[in-house]
Structure formats: C-alpha cells, structure tokens
C-alpha cells in the first residue's frame, strides 16, 4: 500500500508500535525518579543522575544537580541507558523485595537466607536476616554485590 511520493502510512504505523514496545520495555527497569549512571557531553561516566521524564520518542531526560556546574539536565536515549545501567535492569529482572539470597557478611563470610526488604532507586539493597546468635541484622547492600554472589538466581 504505496502513496503517492512513496509514503507509506504502514511503516508509520510499524513504527509507531516499535516505539510504544520500546518504552514499555523500557519502563519494566526504569522508572521516572530513578537514579542511574549516564555519559556525559565530555565521555565521562557518570553516576547519580535523576529520571525526570520518559517521553513518546524514546528519549529519556534526566538531572544532576552539583556544587562545580549547578543543574545539568541531558537527554538520553534508552538504548544509552539499558547499556550503561545493565547492573540495574538484570537486578529488577531477577530479584524482588521478599526474595531470600546470599550476602557476604562484613566479616568476609559468605552466607545464604538473608531477606531483601528494600530495593533503592540509588542501586542499594536492604536486607535482613535473623538468628539466634546475632538477633535481626540489617545490611546495606549493591546490586553489583548481590549479582556477584548470586548467579545460580541468572542461570535459571
């Protein structure tokens, strides 16, 4: 179905639904609000920039605010993000709050049934365990530290 000067309303609308799959995948590991790791104007990397807006062309905007620049705002695409913030989106894919994992204690130890109650939108993680020689403990963790010492969850 060809139009005159070769427009064809089709690959418009094929686009249209690419864009729409695009950002619902998208937002199944990044929200408005969250923090992540971008690259700056200058190639630097960077992390601790803010989710402003998710847009209609698969564009992200988002913040910084420093003592050095003052407000930076950049616009991002969502390929730029799932590259840059892959610790992020594999963590949202595997873990959830209530799942039990292995954590390595602060003592080295590595050790198995800690509790996730918390997942931060800065990429920490809270969990807790309880037992009859320490009572309930907290413990701060990243989702790099969990990935390490959890790949049997990946592997599934």
């Keep these: 179905m060809e139009t005159t000067r070769g427009f064809n309303p089709l690959d418009s609308t094929e ?3 690419k864009e729409v799959d695009g950002r ?3 937002k199944k590991f990044f ?4 923090l992540i790791t971008v690259q700056r104007t ?13 847009n209609e062309t698969n564009t992200v905007f988002v913040v910084k605010t420093d ?3 003052g407000k ?3 616009r991002v695409s969502f390929k730029e993000i799932l590259e840059l913030n892959q610790e992020k989106k594999c963590f949202k894919e595997f873990f959830n709050e209530g799942d039990l994992i292995t954590v390595q204690r602060t003592n080295g130890e590595i ?18 365990k309880t037992d009859k020689k320490n009572g309930k403990m907290i413990k701060k963790v990243s989702f790099k530290k969990i990935l390490e010492f959890n790949q049997e969850v990946l592997n599934q």
């Design 15 to 17: 686009k249209k639904i």
């Design 24 to 26: 619902i995948h998208f």
């Design 42 to 54: 200058n190639g630097e990397i960077e992390d601790g920039w803010k989710i402003t807006t998710i």
């Design 72 to 74: 930076m705002i950049k």
């Design 111 to 128: 050790e198995d049934g800690w509790k996730i109650t918390t997942i931060n939108r800065d990429g920490t993680v809270f969990v807790t």
């Design 67 to 69: 003592k050095k620049n």
């Design 31 to 34: 929200n408005e609000g969250d």
